[in-house]
């Protein structure tokens, strides 16, 4: 599956979601599926993504939040995924885009890319789903409780989409708009 | 098994120092949401103080991670704040510079100074030497407490800052304040 069909099937589930997305890939992905919506893209920061997002989480707990994030910058931001575990949002969803590799640097092999199902199953509090195809996504988005960690194996390795070089004062004041309620969500 | 894996009992607690409590009372008082925080000795007393109401204290695993959190909150819409050791900041270098620096996100960022009067850890003393110059770096305004009394002002003051105008601002912890582990 292409990283943006991933991220469609997971925007089909959660309208009205606050979507994080950590640099390169995952952000040029959500740009592209969501006709660049409100949302938060990070253009560095990488190994950031999921901190990011349980920050947003933490801090509106009524709204659901969805982190798109690379498996290189949840490789990078480990540690995340015990503070996933300790904190347990019950409105989180983490999207991991999967294929090994370093996108933005060149298609790089991560190391161990083989341990991450494996480390994510022994999360206590946090759950795991596989998805291959944008209607698994979907259907994983829409079953798995929260805080839920859905691994989409993805295969396009360029770019999917618009630029992952995003303009940051943009991105702020569109996503603190959306986030208080006063901006229009996507469509 | 997970009881096997559980804490060891909780250790003492300390007493909280008047300036420990001081910055407490600025922090609830700048209608903080969420106190990111990787453990200090000298900071303890701060979040001793806090304990039990608002905000809450979130221990992370590593000070990038606070920062980025702490981000997230603040572009969310609620205020969030970092206390770390300066052997911490350059762990969240990047955080500061590709983060809260482009997109405009004032973290306050409270920093218990390590490696300077009276260390004895040799560990700890180039990155407390280079402290002030990382924050130069980043243009990140740094404003050192050296007299207990001036604490509560300088965290608020700080906190005002970062919240209002959207920049970071380092409270700096000097040793001679005491809580930290140089007197232990």
């Known amino acids: ?187 | 098994m997970s009881s096997d894996h559980a804490p060891v009992a909780a250790p003492t607690r300390v007493p909280v120092l008047d300036w420990q409590a001081d910055i407490a009372t600025a922090i609830r008082g700048a209608d903080v949401g969420a106190v990111a925080y990787v453990p200090d000795a000298r900071l303890r007393g701060i979040v001793e103080a806090l304990a039990g109401a608002e905000p809450e204290v979130r221990t992370l695993t590593r000070e990038e991670e606070c920062v980025a959190y702490a981000c997230g909150h603040l572009l969310a819409g609620s205020r969030a704040m970092v206390l770390m050791q300066c052997s911490g900041l350059g762990n969240c270098l990047n955080a500061v510079g590709s983060l809260c620096v482009p997109y405009g996100i004032g973290v306050p960022i409270i920093l218990s100074m390590r490696g300077t009067l009276g260390e004895r850890n040799p560990s700890q003393v180039p990155m407390g030497r280079a402290t002030p110059a990382l924050l130069s770096a980043l243009e990140i305004q740094a404003f050192p407490v050296t007299d207990p009394e001036r604490a509560g002002a300088t965290a608020a003051g700080a906190l005002e800052l970062a919240f209002s105008t959207g920049t970071c601002a380092a409270v700096v912890l000097d040793a001679s304040l005491g809580g930290g582990r140089e007197a232990s």
């Open chain 1, 1 to 187: 599956m292409k990283p943006a069909e991933a991220v469609a099937g997971a925007l089909d589930e959660t309208p009205g979601a606050l979507f994080v997305s950590s640099l390169g890939t995952a952000t040029s992905a959500l740009r592209l599926a969501s006709d660049d919506g409100p949302h938060l893209y990070l253009g560095g920061a990488m190994g950031c993504g999921l901190a990011v997002s349980l920050g947003v989480a933490e801090a509106r707990r009524d709204r659901e939040v969805v982190a798109v994030v690379g498996d290189g910058d949840l490789l990078m931001g480990a540690g995340s995924l015990w503070s996933l575990s300790g904190l347990r949002p019950g409105n989180l969803i983490v999207l991991v885009l999967d294929d090994g590799r370093y996108s933005i640097t060149g298609g790089q092999e991560l190391i161990a890319s083989d341990a991450l199902a494996s480390v994510l199953s022994g999360l206590p509090a946090v759950s795991l789903e596989r998805a291959t195809s944008r209607p698994e996504v979907a259907k994983a988005i829409r079953a798995i409780p929260r805080p839920g960690v859905v691994l989409a194996r993805i295969d396009e390795p360029t770019w999917p989409g618009p630029s992952p070089f995003v303009d940051p004062t943009r991105v702020r004041n569109r996503f603190a708009s959306y986030a208080s309620g006063e901006g229009s969500g996507p469509a």
